[in-house]
T-cell receptor, first 113, second 113 residues
Framework: KAGVTQTPRYLIKTRGQQVTLSCSPI?????VSWYQQTPGQGLQFLFEYFSETQRNKGNFPGRFSGRQFSNSRSEMNVSTLELGDSALYLCASSATEGRTEAFFGQGTRLTVV | GDSVTQMEGPVTLSEEAFLTINCTYTATGYPSLFWYVQYPGEGLQLLLKATKADDKGSNKGFEATYRKETTSFHLEKGSVQVSDSAVYFCALSSGGGADGLTFGKGTHLIIQP
């Protein structure tokens, strides 16, 4: 059974640009969550999607957005990139919402210059 | 809101030593508790979980017991190996619309041969 796949693995963008990251969950999983990992702030929850609907959202500005497609694949978008957006972005899939375990992808390393 | 506290380290041990990484939490209701491990350049891997009080999660020689009375979920291993060197994250999920997984800051474990 394939795991969570995130693409691309690495990205370098310039301040002010926008970026789209992709996540394919484990087959059969309907919940996808996104996290930002930085050395200073650690792992922070961005948002969760279930059945194409955003269920929860963390404390991030509106520049961070996402969506989920009917096949459960998800994308997150960051507009007007800032240097502070440089981070490892992790996607996690779960079979259902709620307190079940989440399985993470390898992440996308975004560097903003 | 929910929070997780764990020692950040680095924790340096010799091979075959006994390992304890402390984790305490604050949460509403009865959260599920998890330990994740992150190897360099990788995403997070679920190590073990516990979903109710007094549950013991175990995997690959690691164990942790859900202690509701002390709000703790300490990770233990009887004999560590060099390959256990990684960053370990304690996490909780309250579910019911809460903000995804809440993570501790992570504990960097270094095992010396």
């Amino acid at each position: 059974k394939a795991g969570v796949t995130q693409t691309p693995r690495y990205l370098i963008k310039t301040r002010g640009q926008q970026v789209t990251l992709s996540c394919s969950p484990i087959s059969g999983h309907r919940s996808v969550s996104w996290y930002q990992q930085t050395p200073g702030q650690g792992l922070q929850f961005l948002f969760e999607y279930f059945s194409e609907t955003q269920r929860n959202k963390g404390n991030f500005p509106g520049r961070f957005s996402g969506r989920q497609f009917s096949n459960s694949r998800s994308e997150m978008n960051v507009s007007t990139l800032e240097l502070g957006d440089s981070a490892l972005y992790l996607c996690a899939s779960s079979a259902t919402e709620g307190r079940t375990e989440a399985f993470f992808g390898q992440g996308t390393r975004l560097t903003v210059v | 809101g929910d929070s997780v506290t764990q020692m950040e380290g680095p924790v340096t041990l010799s091979e075959e030593a006994f390992l304890t990484i402390n984790c305490t939490y604050t949460a509403t209701g009865y959260p599920s508790l998890f330990w994740y491990v992150q190897y360099p350049g990788e995403g997070l891997q679920l190590l073990l979980k516990a979903t109710k009080a007094d549950d013991k999660g175990s995997n690959k020689g690691f164990e942790a017991t859900y202690r509701k009375e002390t709000t703790s979920f300490h990770l233990e291993k009887g004999s560590v190996q060099v390959s256990d060197s990684a960053v370990y994250f304690c996490a909780l999920s309250s579910g019911g619309g809460a903000d995804g997984l809440t993570f501790g800051k992570g504990t960097h474990l270094i095992i010396q041969p």
